[in-house]
């Protein structure tokens, strides 16, 4: 530790700090705007400068060291004159255009030119002008002018989203942040730049001008969107949410948002919200007050219970749903005689119900993820799911963490990789086999008898092996199209399996907000209910869907959507108008997140709670209120409640009280491996179906900048492989016809060098795909117009079709 005094107070710090970390823990505030304590440090601005004893100038107090004894004086005489100087070089060229500026009111030049800078200027000359740049939907450049170079947003693209998509050109006077060739920035972290940026030279395209800052109310709340929960300061005006902020929160999301929690707030101001409850009568829709709609809800239910029991009513519930809301639908449906619910619409293998295979979760805090030394992703493409996540992972691998991925492309993770195995999701349970083979080769233990159809491990199975086992620290994670693969619990055994014997880990990478909360519950699975799979292929006379767009949201759309035609009675919960009014009988609207109040248990089984930060839009009313009211008129006990914190204390009663919830995640037990898994042919050409960052639920469908982003551009079109491109003949702008059963599509088509060879990655969440039902499984592909098709049996030739 090093002794130093800063203003005459003195302090300790570790050697190798910084005055400006000294002076930070001393709470004295020292001027700067190229500093970020999460940023390498740059010293460009030189706002900082400070006076230092016995030193011949002024020198930065970002980037010098402390030194036993030294003695900073940070508002000396000596130290304000060298930081108005900087500050009217600064403001030369600075277009002082405060009146009209889109951050007037918190930029934090404005703010400093108020103690450090001068009532008028010496600089008579003509002052430079920076064109605007376009880098696409989410970041406005116009005003360019304002730039003070800090390269705050350079660094954060290098140091924390991986891609250096912004830089610096020319010299001198002609330097300018623009981006490389005319490109945009693509970034799913990319706006946190707006944040970084302290002059309002980068600011928010879709929150431009809309709302002065100090007319907006600042409120928490959390992000539903990916199973992080990061924190959020939603601000308001009137009841409109304008813009969302990072709230700061080391242990979560530390000061970061990705870009679909920071911009999908326009899906809330959606043209399709659902603002009164509507009832289908002779096959039209009309509006009625909430009385009828509930009334008609609940004759309807009554009619279809009374001819054919309970178990003729099902519900399926979006896994963002809250803790409440989950709860009162589970307690509802119970009540009504059915254990038809489920909130796993993604996933397709259900096997592991019947082993207890307990709670998914990330399997540690989500702040020891940057700390792991090795770790194993199975069917994950992190940086599309979990942004936040990927930045942590990604400080690991820059420290040295060895990153290894089995998955169907050899995606850009944009961080140092070990080792990657790039297989069709068929042979996916073969790769990881060969994992486990090679671990147990490597400890010099017999591998079960499951494990010894992969033969002898390829090399890279033995250096993920090696990997696992060199570290002291380390992970095997499912990633989304694990868990949603069609031999989902193979995959989960062998993993749990794996994560064992070499010491580490074995987490989830949770879907969804409340996937961990819905399972805590009970709600999924419901205990001897059904599931979705069996929901789907057993209609229920009557249903509920509970946030839930069919066609978007589940595994298997194509069945879903015919078992929902063959329903006698259909109640939809949702705040938007979706594809369930053309074969539902009443839509009842419902808030999102920010109309109402509730709780998320996130992937690390973190209880998070928030409360509206608006009023809610026209008649829509909280989902847990609905459900409370619903129960009421069935007449069912226990449906009483005046708060969420009453529904929240119930629910978490049966585990203890929520403070248990840590110790009944990690009673989880693993999956007993199988004598064997039956063989399995690869087919010819097979269908991976990832989530698109921007279509992962309802509100981010609706975000209009989002959807005009590249990422949301590409899930609009069918990856094709390398290998199946060349064999198609096909070229940039084609289209292919894509067949699985007897149903057929016509899809744009774009070239992924990533993909392995017979892979075909078209999109979930795609109605346009929907009719192609399974996530996974064999396909046929042919380029429209042509004669050339790829089969989907592997022993099949070229046919001309």
Known sequence: MVELEIDGQKIQVPDGAMVMDAATRLGIYVPHFCYHHKLTIAA????????????PKPLPACATPVSQGMIVRTHSDRALQAQKGVMEFLLINHPLDCPICDQGGECQLQDLAVGYGGSASRYAEEKRVIFHKDVGPLIAMEEMSRCIQCTRCVRFGQEVAGIMELGMAHRGEHSEIMAFVGSTVDSELSGNMIDLCPVGALTSKPFRYSARTWELSRRASISPHDSVGANLIVQVKGDRVMRVLPQENEAVNECWLSDRDRFAYEGLNSVERLTSPQIRENGQWKSVDWPTALEFTVQGLRRVLAQHGGDALAALAAPTSTVEELYLLKKLLTGLGSKGLDTRLRQSDFSADAQGAGVPWLGMPIAEIGQLQAALFIGSTLRKEQPLLSARVRHGAKAGAQISTLHAADDDWLMPMHT??????SQWVAELAGVASAVAQAKGITPPAAIEFAGSPSEQAQAIARSLLGAERKAVFLGDAAVQHDQGAALRALAQWIAHEVGGVCGDLTEAANTVGAALLGVSPLAQGRDVA????????????????????CANPEVLVRALKQAEFI????PFVNAAEGYAHVMLPIAPYTETAGSLVSAEGRLQSFNPVAQPLGETRPGWKVLRVLGNLFELQGFDYQSTAEIRTEAFAALGGADQIGARLSASSPLALPAQWPSRAAPAVERFAPVPLYSSDAIVRRAPSL??????????????????WEQLGLHNGDSVRVKSGANAVVLPARRDAALAPTVLSIPAAWAEAAALGAMFGAVQVERVGSTTAVPADANASLEKV
């Open 534 to 553: 069996q929901i789907a292929a057993q209609p229920s006379r009557a249903m509920m869907l509970f946030g839930v767009e069919p066609e978007e949201d």
């Open 571 to 574: 109640v939809s919960f949702s």
């Open 420 to 425: 990657r195995i790039a297989a069709a999701p």
């Open 707 to 724: 959807q005009r982003t590249r990422d949301a551009r590409n899930a609009r079109m069918v990856g094709v492989s390398a290998a199946l």
């Open 44 to 55: 460009n601005c030189r706002m900082c400068l400070v006076d230092v004893e016995k030193a």
